[in-house]
């Protein structure tokens, strides 16, 4: 594939780092640039650098002229501001695959925003930490070594980190993941007229059979099923999302972890037997949807647990107002996927 790749560079020196000639954009990798709005301004540029494949990340979706070089172009534009709260993790994944997909059929690659200086960094630092099994610290300065300007914003800083912490894929059943889509829902709530249904596990006592996590919390009042263990958040003192790593948490385990032993309340997503309490509130009471017996609170600002962590959002249910009961693992097929 190189080989291809050199060919469409007429045999330059293909050493990282080199800028192309007309200065707007860089090459990371053999066959793969970096730059701004600038590089795909003049087509002729793309067509030099022998640029067959364009990532756009990016308020807008550039405008690839007809003629002038850009035949067979194949493109992706991922819409995104250069803000903090943008979502860009959720896009990573297809943002990689296009790359990966582009390189593997020996196209030379261009990713690009506006400025080619944060959007388009933090897609390419993805890539590193996905392809070069780099972490995040380590991928990004061999990036800033390569384009001392780049400098994403501190979300998207953030979410690299959570990226890393899943293993450079998203895996959207992961506590990881579920806590940052709330946040990310959070930073909208007050204009929200509806939750996404997405947001809410089903709720266990839809479900007669079949549950493939073997721990279920009923209401200690009425045996009410109310959630699952795999809705519980877990959380540990002072640890940010690295800790997580490698550790899908399971309630046995946090047991055996001595800060958690100190929470007095489960930390849950939300459960759809919540969804008419939560909306249009920021913060009340959760009740037993059988009893109306006291369960515990949310809030959407967030609070505080016994252990001293806060959470945010917080759906907490006090750990003596439920069971824990064990469900034996289910023999024969799975006639129901959740
Ligand atoms: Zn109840
Ligand atoms: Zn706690």
Redesign the pocket.
């Known amino acids: 594939m190189l080989e291809t790749q050199d060919k469409s560079h007429g045999g330059e020196d293909l050493s990282a780092g080199r800028a192309s000639s007309d200065g707007q954009m860089l090459e990371v990798r053999p066959g793969l640039f970096l730059g701004g709005a600038a590089a795909i301004a003049e087509p002729n540029h793309l067509k030099e650098a022998g640029i067959t494949a364009v990532l756009t990340v990016d308020s807008e979706e550039p405008d690839f002229k007809a003629g002038a070089g850009v035949e067979g172009l194949r493109s992706l534009f991922v819409p995104a501001l250069d803000k903090p709260e943008t979502d860009l993790l959720s896009h990573l994944d297809r943002c990689l695959a296009f790359i990966s997909q582009a390189r593997a059929e020996g196209r030379a690659v261009l990713v690009h925003c506006h400025a080619g200086v944060s959007r388009s960094v933090a897609v390419m630092t993805a890539f590193m930490m996905k392809t070069d099994q780099l972490s995040f610290e380590k991928a990004y300065e061999n990036l800033q070594t390569i384009k001392p300007e780049a400098k994403m914003n501190e979300g998207f800083e953030w979410q690299l980190k959570l990226y890393q912490a899943m293993g450079c894929e998203v895996d959207t059943s992961s506590t990881i993941y579920k806590q940052y889509r709330l946040q990310k829902v959070t930073e909208k709530y007050p204009e929200l007229q509806s939750l996404p249904q997405e947001l809410f596990a089903v709720d266990p006592s839809a479900i007669s059979q079949g549950l493939k996590d073997g721990v279920l919390y009923k209401c200690r009042k009425c045996r009410r099923s109310l959630f699952r263990s795999s809705s519980i958040l877990d959380?540990n003192?002072g640890s940010g999302p690295i800790a997580f790593a490698h550790k899908r948490m399971t309630p046995s385990f946090m047991l055996t972890t001595g800060?958690?032993t100190?929470?007095t309340?489960y930390?849950i997503e939300p459960v759809q037997w919540m969804e008419s309490t939560l909306l249009g509130v920021m913060d009340g009471q959760l009740l037993c949807p059988k009893c109306s017996a006291k369960l515990g609170s949310f809030n959407w600002y967030g609070e505080q647990?016994?252990?001293?962590?806060w959470?945010t959002p917080a759906f907490q249910i006090h750990k003596n107002r439920v069971d824990e009961m064990k469900t034996l693992p289910v023999l024969g097929p799975q006639t129901r996927k959740t």
């Open positions: 959380h003192e800060s958690q100190q929470c309340s930390f647990c016994s252990c001293g962590r959470i």
